[in-house]
Nanobody
Framework: QVQLDESGGGLAQSGGSLSVSCAAS????????MSWYRQAPGKRRDLVGS???????TLSDSVKDRFTISRDIIKNTITLQMNSLKSEDTAVYYC??????????????WGQGTQVTVSS
């Protein structure tokens, strides 16, 4: 099972930018999909965006005009770049990975979470 180590986040003002990164313990081009989720206090954990092993990126409607996902296949890292931040982006951000083996069996991993706080 892949290990995920998150970094980044912190505090930003509304309209500012932050990034969070997720370093995987193995080759990310062999990971079926990697995603960012976020969870605000008292709310469910929601999908922010994903990047597949082939590099296809999807983002939720609430962030697609402000956030981007990139990856560094040398460092086995994905990064969520967050621009034009809003107070409603305040949440703990989690990295997620889903691996598939040759038999179609899946294994899921989560990072420890990193706090992003946007002040208005």
């Amino acid at each position: 099972q892949v290990q995920l180590d998150e970094s980044g986040g912190g505090l930003a003002q509304s309209g500012g930018s932050l990034s969070v990164s997720c370093a995987a313990s193995r080759n990310i081009v062999r990971i079926y999909i990697m995603s960012w989720y976020r969870q605000a206090p008292g709310k469910r954990r929601d999908l922010v965006g994903s990047i597949t092993a082939g590099g296809r990126i999807t983002l939720s409607d609430s962030v697609k005009d402000r956030f981007t996902i990139s990856r560094d296949i040398i460092k086995n890292t994905i990064t969520l770049q967050m621009n034009s931040l809003k107070s409603e982006d305040t949440a703990v951000y989690y990295c997620y990975a889903k691996e598939l083996d040759g038999l179609g069996r899946s294994a899921e991993s989560w990072g420890q979470g990193t706090q992003v706080t946007v002040s208005s």
